[in-house]
Every structure is written in structure tokens, then in C-alpha cells.
């Protein structure tokens, strides 16, 4: 089946596939759709996303769902596609037992653009307790395993040390600053106007007119 999806499109979706993004099959279907959730405060991301999907893209959709523990009301965007063979490709790599890990060879197809997409769906930034800014990159849906394949990934194919950082039993990959720096130099120029909060403390390394999209 032709994939009728761009180079940048799928670069972006892989990406995201260690992130937010997930492939599903409908009851009856041969092939699998993709699925990506945001809140609505990321609706630009989304749309972002969607422009790039269009081909396979059926639409943005807001769905509300009442939180019993919380008792709260939570609206989510959510993106799906139409059934491919593409996305059942990508569910023997991501899913090979029903559950989505990380494979080394998969992390290695990354291209900045994925690393970008990746981090501006589960990366944040912070300062420490001495003010100094950091990264983190949300890993709590992997295993251990799992993490310590994302941490020598980083350090063997871009030279960037990371650590494991645990927060409430769940791990996080942790970027110091010179580390944040090295990687922010890799994805800057793939990070979307809307989602450049997420760098916000380390203004000085954009440039001026980037800045402004910020502030």
C-alpha cells in the first residue's frame, strides 16, 4: 500500500511514537490507525501535527471524560487517522507483545525532527535547586530496561550524558544543563512557536526573534 505520507511527516510521527502517539486497530480492520491525545492547550501542536498527516488525518476531535478519583471533567483533543499499512508496520516495532518498549535499532532512526517531536510531547525544563536550568524527558510509561537503553542511546549517538531520575517510582530521563544545551542545539530549529515554553529557561541559546515567540 502506498504511503502517501512526506519524508517530514513521518520523521515527525515516528517521533512522536516514542512520545504521545499510538497505533490501534479497530474491530474488523486489517490495518492499524494512528491515535495522538493532547490538551486542548496544545491545540496548535495538534494541528501542527495534523497539517502533516493530512493524507491519513480524519480529523481533530475534543472529547469529555469525567475523572471519578479526581471527580473532574477533562477535555482531550484527540488526532486519528485512517486505517494503514504504515502504522501496522509501526505496531510490530513499537508493540512486538502488546505493549509499547524501546528497541535500540528504532531509537537510531531518530533524526532531529523525532528528537524534536519526541521531546516537545514528554520534555520539560526546570531549574534546580541552586537555579540552574534542566531538561527532563518524561520515560514513565517505559520500563528500566527500557530507560537505560534511552540513557547509552543518547550518550553513544550524540554525545549527551543523561541520568535516570526517579520521581514518585517512576523514571525520568534528566539533562544537566551543559547536556540540555547539547541537546536543545539538536531540535531547536524543529521546536514550534507554541511549544517553545517548554525550553523556556534557556532563552539565551535562541535566537532574538525566537525569544519573542516565547515571552
Keep these: 500500500m502506498h504511503n502517501p505520507l512526506t519524508k517530514k511527516a513521518r520523521e515527525m510521527f515516528f517521533g512522536s511514537m516514542f512520545g ?3 497505533v490501534y486497530k479497530s474491530s474488523g480492520s486489517r490495518h492499524f490507525h494512528a491515535m495522538i491525545c493532547h490538551s486542548p492547550k496544545q491545540i496548535d501542536y495538534l494541528m501542527w501535527k495534523e497539517n502533516l498527516l493530512k493524507p491519513l488525518s480524519t480529523g481533530i476531535k475534543f472529547s469529555t471524560h469525567y475523572h471519578r478519583i479526581r471527580k473532574k471533567y477533562y477535555t482531550t483533543a484527540k488526532l486519528r487517522t485512517r486505517n494503514h499499512s504504515y502504522f501496522t508496520r509501526l505496531r510490530k516495532y513499537f508493540y512486538p507483545e502488546g505493549k509499547k518498549i524501546v528497541r535500540r535499532k528504532w531509537l537510531n532512526k531518530l533524526t532531529p525532527l523525532g528528537l524534536a517531536t519526541w521531546f516537545m510531547d514528554d520534555g520539560t525544563s526546570g531549574l534546580n535547586n541552586r537555579g ?9 510509561g517505559y520500563s528500566e530496561k527500557d530507560n537505560e537503553i534511552i540513557k547509552r542511546y543518547f550518550n553513544e549517538n550524540w554525545g549527551i550524558e543523561t541520568r535516570i531520575h526517579h520521581s514518585n517510582g517512576f523514571p525520568t530521563i534528566y539533562f544537566n544543563k551543559p547536556n540540555s544545551l547539547k541537546f536543545i542545539d539538536i531540535i531547536k530549529e524543529h ?8 525550553i523556556r529557561f534557556f532563552t539565551n541559546h535562541l535566537s532574538p526573534k525566537r525569544v519573542e515567540d516565547i515571552v
Excluded: N
Aim: glycine letters at 4%; proline letters at 5%.
Design 20 to 22: 504521545d502517539a499510538g
Design 132 to 140: 540552574y536550568p534542566q531538561l527532563f524527558l518524561s520515560t514513565c
Design 191 to 198: 521546536l514550534i512557536d507554541s511549544m517553545l515554553y517548554k
